[in-house]
């Protein structure tokens, strides 16, 4: 009969000789299973994602009146009468300035003399000259003065009463007129874009001294030639105005403003790496839908895609994916990582031979049930 102490101490001493195996099996284990799961729970994966893009054109410049205008005079002389001052309203024909004009008064009034004892007692030939130079002399009278040809309001004024004016080869402004009923602006466009741009398109102006003011405006006109920039590109020239502006808005303010050259544009886009290419198509590894994705048995779907050139790094999706739909990563796919990762074994002892709790042992050789004694019987 053996020794129940002899017995007792025979199980301990096996217990703390399994116990570092034991646990150095778990441990391999769970360092295998951390490991998988890094390596394959989670691979690449790339979302087909919603964008915008704008038909816009971005421009910059400086703001000008719609029409304006430098007086001067053509003729030299001392300054008689100035009949505006800075801010004045004036209208197309009001005489600004003028010149002292006493001797071309004097000069036309003798000349009126002579042509009328010419067509008493002188012959044709001399009535035709000095009707002639009569003509000349009223060229001389009317330089003496200045009218505006626009409406607008007088912005500056150069010259005063008193003063003299030498005329030369360019006529020196004494006054300046604008017109403010609009603003204008010339604008480069890039010839790239100028056949998206009309006549007409809504131009949307931000202006960089008035920051809280967005003002609406027009393309007003595009010149039948563009022009080559200083650094070879090729551009055009065009118009944008503002009608009716604030009057917070002013001559020589700068801008930068949008052509709404169209309608903005719903996108579809895609990482280029989640698409895998065979005999010039495109696929993608699509996976479940999120509510479905929890379920290892659901594997992905390769589906065939329609993709175009979009920006550096994108595609844009033209058919077969719907936006926030999930896809592989393309190498992700080629190494097998988008495999469902429950093929590995649940049981951190399974290399020791031990079932999984409610299932067949993993470990070769044949046993009884679960705590069950070995075949045989009980001893």
Known sequence: MSNPKKSRRLVL???????????????????????SSSAVGTPATYQVQAVIRSSAIDVTGNLEPIESEDIGFAASGKVARVYVQEGNRVRAGDLIAELDDSQQRYDLA?????LEKARISGSKSELELLELERKMKQVDLQEKKVWTTISGFVSDVDVREGEYVKAGEEISPIARVIDLSALKSEVEIDELDVPSVKVGQKVVFHIDA????????RVSLLPLEGRVTTEGI??????VRIDNPPKSLLPGYSFSARILAGEDERLLVLDEKALQKVGGRSY?????????RAQAALQPERREVKTAAYETGQVRVLEGLSEGDVVLAAAAAATGEGRAAGRQSANPLSIFGFRAPGGARTGGGSGGGSGGPPPGGQR
Do not use: H, I, N
Request: aromatic share 10%; hydrophobic share 50%; charged share 20%.
């Open 284 to 292: 993608v590894l699509l996976l479940p839908a999120a509510p479905e």
């Open 13 to 35: 001493w096996l217990l703390a000789a399994c116990l570092p195996v034991v646990g150095g099996g778990a441990y391999l284990w769970f360092g295998r299973q951390k490991s």
């Open 210 to 217: 008035l920051p809280d003011l967005e003002v609406t405006g």
């Open 110 to 114: 003798s000349l009126d003399y002579k």
């Open 234 to 239: 090729a551009v055009l020239d065009a118009e």
